[in-house]
């Protein structure tokens, strides 16, 4: 059983930056591709990007592809996301998943297939 704990959402006004950080613990690592998906209220819940398990493949919607950047330190059994370029449209709050796969691969998945899940963090884009 896995457990992830994301930090580093906050306030930041459109065009700026954020770091969002995930901490997992209660598993080996390196098992789980990893995913951000973020939610507004009302909505379904989006896929934002995802890494696969060594860190080597990453795979991102268009609505990201570009503006934000997933990383990972196996090391340290941490996954990040680096948000730049931020819109209003950006807002939500952001969770972190883990998916125990057996291959190196990073695709665009929905949020079902995922097994574990952090609480969130709210990310917020002033106009």
């Known amino acids: 059983q896995v457990q992830l704990v994301e930090s580093g959402g906050g306030l930041v006004q459109t065009g700026g930056s954020l770091r969002l950080s995930c901490a997992a613990s209660?598993?080996?690592?390196?098992?789980?591709?990893m995913g951000w998906f973020r939610q507004v209220p009302g909505q379904e819940r989006e896929f934002v990007a995802e890494?696969?398990?060594?860190?080597?493949?990453?795979a991102y919607p268009d609505s990201t592809k570009g503006r934000f950047t997933i990383f990972r330190d196996n090391a340290k059994n941490m996954v990040y996301l680096q948000m730049n370029s931020l819109k209003p449209e950006d807002t939500a709050t952001y969770y972190c998943?883990?998916?125990?796969?057996?291959?190196?691969?990073?695709?665009?998945?929905?949020?079902?297939?995922?097994?574990?899940w952090g609480r969130g963090t709210q990310v917020t884009v002033s106009s």
């Open positions: 998943a883990a998916d125990q796969v057996p291959w190196q691969l990073a695709v665009i998945r929905g949020w079902r297939e995922y097994d574990y």
């Open positions: 209660g598993g080996t690592f390196s098992n789980y591709a």
């Open positions: 890494i696969s398990r060594n860190g080597v493949m990453t």
